[in-house]
């Protein structure tokens, strides 16, 4: 009677699920104890504990009502995992979509300083949102198009920061002639931290940008004399507009164009910069993207040992990825300089590396679109909750889990061909198949 | 001469908690091929772990030190080896099988995840301890100079050892450890034999998990200051270790760790101090450019 016995034997669904939630709840209980419930705290006679259950509770309560709600819906038995999933004919229509969205938000962050209820606030926020954009399109370059992982990439951001901020110091050179020079010792820096290492496997690549970019920090932390240390270097000039200072005298830009000073000039016409910035890191990957390096640099990400069967010089191929990656990294990196008109190293900690990276994981690699969305989606959630400054980065890096579990490719992963035979078709990034190299 | 003797003593103390931080990377990619990068953090968790029971266990007035230090030993390793657990559980194991990146970009924010929680929960100060062993010994008094070994160095060299023999044999001659070992060559054949590869992943994440909180109750002792951000940088340089002794071999690991020990004793004795981490860092590079397999590591062989 295998009927029967199966009946008998099975205990219910709700059985199953209260249980395994039981049990996650008391792991849960085992990690929270003592570290939430046991706090240590420095009194006058020395250090002791300070207990605080309430916490502990609420955790594994979470804990265990979650399982038992995701026990009882999503990974209910019989049910397929498919939650990552979406049929590729949403996905494409998705991308269509996205290809009718992308010029109605470039034009949307045209106008939008220029909007009557927009403030200063909003152009601020906009300015910091577009340096995020510029970086990650940037980084996408190296992530998303070239497979390369880089842990350092605020390294070449520092790069670009400190070159304008040292040649306006010391050269007394202004901001349009050290943003190209800017770009091109960052490039310089990527190619020689990049050549050596580019050789070895994603891995240990990621290990050893990595620790360049922290080596670049220390230098420039403990460089006193050259660097200013942990002072870092203030009184950056600001860029001019043609020649034309964004200031009360007579030569500025308002009495030059008769119109009444106001700083709000300066923060407007900042913003311009580096949306232009932006769109031009933009427009550039994607006209290499159609170039035969461009292709290359996909193809590498997708099977470097194919690409070296098939001939293509993969240090090069990499190393070009790195620079012009490390280039716009520069470029960032002084617009960074000249709007806030001081610098020191704290601005390039690894977290900010991470902060690019995941914008550009969670947008989805090689997604130009997706890099967009998410930069807007994370500087402006940052900024949200900027109340809640603990907090957020507990959730920054529990969403970063949570998306590779969900959408390992991000959350934009189709893939149009640059190249393709009659008719093109996007292809869902969960339908390729990746080789190792 | 004094001063070289006793920068080799500090190096050798050093180089045994970065050793045994380094066994869990090596351990975990020897099996898996994954850089845990949380790792650091794990240890950093475990340091927590050792200083919170240790306080505990004085709160309940167990105040003989011998006891109450073997007690914070085995609940730290207990406590850490259930994060080292759940990390692998949340984090990496939904992730097998997907796309390169994945794991690493999870164990990144599994990293920023568990710094943060700590954090918030305990606090962003430095959270400092006074010693709890003191003494040690003189030598060369006589001869006119003087090198000081503390009793916490010795503490900690002896239990290093003990240690890495223990692992040692239980990867050499346990039934898990040949498990560990078939896994590592090759993980679908072991699993068609009957290994239950989940858990043999699993039990190799709790040991590394474990040495990593050792490592932790060690750096406490013998820093006597503990906070939130410890866990990057020695993780970074227990990495190193990894690498350089080559990485997928226990002696390696340890060998490694040695000598990132003595090169950052011996940089800061005789260079500066403030470019020691420069110097790991730097070493870490050179070892991948130059001798990729490592000191004491197999040559890697990369099958289509």
Not at chain 1, 200 to 208: H, P, T
Not at chain 1, 277 to 306: H, Q, Y
Not at chain 2, 32 to 61: E, P
Request: glycine share 10%; net charge positive; aromatic share 12%.
């Amino acid at each position: 009677m295998p009927d029967a016995h199966a009946g008998a034997a099975a205990p219910s669904v709700f059985a199953v699920a209260f249980k395994d939630a039981a049990l996650a709840a008391l792991v849960a209980l085992g990690l929270a104890a003592p570290m939430l419930g046991l706090v240590t705290v420095q009194t006058q006679s020395g250090i002791e504990l300070e207990q605080h259950w309430g916490r502990v509770a609420i955790a594994v309560a979470i804990v265990f009502a979650g399982r038992l709600l995701l026990n009882l819906t999503l990974w209910r038995p019989g049910r397929k995992k498919s939650l990552g999933y979406v049929p590729p004919k949403v996905e494409a229509r998705l991308a269509r979509f996205a290809k009718y969205l992308a010029p109605l938000a470039i034009l949307g962050a045209v106008v939008m300083p220029m909007l009557p209820f927009t403030e200063r606030y909003a152009i601020d926020l906009g300015i910091l949102v577009l340096t995020y954009v510029m970086l990650g399109w940037g980084l996408n370059i190296v992530v998303g198009l070239a497979g390369l992982l880089d842990l350092g990439y605020v390294a070449f951001y520092a790069v670009g920061a400190y070159s304008y901020a040292l040649l306006a110091q010391y050269f007394g050179l202004s901001f349009w002639v050290c943003l190209p020079l800017a770009g091109i010792l960052a490039a310089f820096w990527g190619v020689i931290l990049g050549f050596p290492v580019l050789r070895l496997r994603g891995d240990y690549l990621a290990i050893v940008t990595l620790a360049f970019g922290e080596i670049i920090r220390i230098v420039l932390l403990n460089w006193y004399w050259f660097t200013g240390g942990p002072n870092g270097i203030s009184g950056i000039p600001r860029p001019s507009f043609f020649g034309l200072d964004f200031d009360r005298g007579d030569d500025g830009f308002a009495a030059t164009f008769g119109l009444d000073y106001s700083p709000l000039h300066r923060i407007v016409f900042l913003y311009y910069l580096i949306l232009a910035l932006a769109l031009i890191t933009n427009f550039v990957t994607i006209r290499l993207r159609r170039l035969p390096i461009g292709r290359a640099w996909e193809a590498l990400r997708e099977d470097e040992i194919a690409c070296r069967s098939l001939g293509i010089n993969t240090v090069n191929t990499k190393l070009t990825a790195f620079a012009l990656g490390a280039m716009f990294a520069g470029f960032a990196g002084s617009f960074f300089a000249t709007r806030q008109g001081f610098i020191s190293p704290e601005s390039f900690v690894f977290m900010e590396s991470a902060l690019i990276l995941a914008i550009v994981v969670l947008g989805g690699m090689g997604s130009q679109f997706g890099v967009a969305v998410a930069a807007v989606v994370m500087i402006g959630g940052f900024e949200l909750f900027r109340e809640f400054s603990d907090y957020r980065m507990i959730t920054f890096g529990l969403v970063m889990v949570l998306i590779m579990i969900w959408r390992p490719r991000g959350l934009v992963s189709t893939r149009s061909p640059s190249v393709f035979l009659k008719e093109k078709k996007a292809i869902s990034g969960s339908l390729v198949q990746e080789g190792h190299g | 001469m004094e001063y070289f003797l006793q920068q080799l003593i500090n190096g050798v103390t050093l180089g045994s908690i970065y050793g045994l931080i380094a066994i869990g990377y090596t351990m975990v990619y020897g099996i898996i091929g994954m850089i845990n990068f949380a790792h650091g953090d794990v240890f950093m968790v475990g340091s927590f772990m050792a200083l919170i029971v240790f306080l505990a266990l004085l709160a309940l007035g167990v105040t003989f030190m011998p006891l109450a230090l073997l007690i914070v030993l085995i609940l730290a390793m207990a406590l850490t080896s259930l994060y080292g657990w759940t990390v692998e559980r949340i984090a990496y194991r939904p992730l097998r099988g997907s796309f390169r990146l994945a794991p690493l970009i999870s164990a990144i924010g599994m990293s920023i995840f568990l710094q943060n929680m700590v954090q918030v929960a305990q606090g962003a100060r430095v959270k400092p301890l006074p010693p709890v062993i003191t003494g040690g010994y003189q030598f060369g008094a006589a001869e006119g100079f003087v090198v000081n070994v503390s009793n916490v160095q010795i503490i900690i060299v002896v239990t290093t050892i003990a240690l890495m023999v223990a692992f040692s044999l239980i990867v050499s001659k346990t039934p898990l450890g040949r498990a560990q070992r078939a896994c590592e060559q090759d993980r679908k054949m072991a699993a068609l034999l009957g290994i239950d590869v989940d858990r043999t992943i699993s039990l190799t994440f709790v040991m590394g998990a474990a040495l990593a909180s050792v490592a932790g109750l060690m750096y406490l002792l013998y820093y006597g200051v503990i906070d939130f951000y410890i866990g990057f940088v020695a993780g970074v340089k227990a990495f190193t270790a990894a690498v350089l002794g080559g990485i997928g071999s226990l002696p390696g690991a340890m060998l490694g760790g040695l000598l990132i020990g003595l090169i950052e004793t011996f940089w800061s004795a005789y260079f500066t101090v403030e470019y020691k981490d420069v110097a790991a860092f730097s070493i870490l590079a050179i070892v991948l450019i130059f001798l990729p397999s490592g000191l004491l590591g197999r040559p890697e062989v990369e099958k289509v």
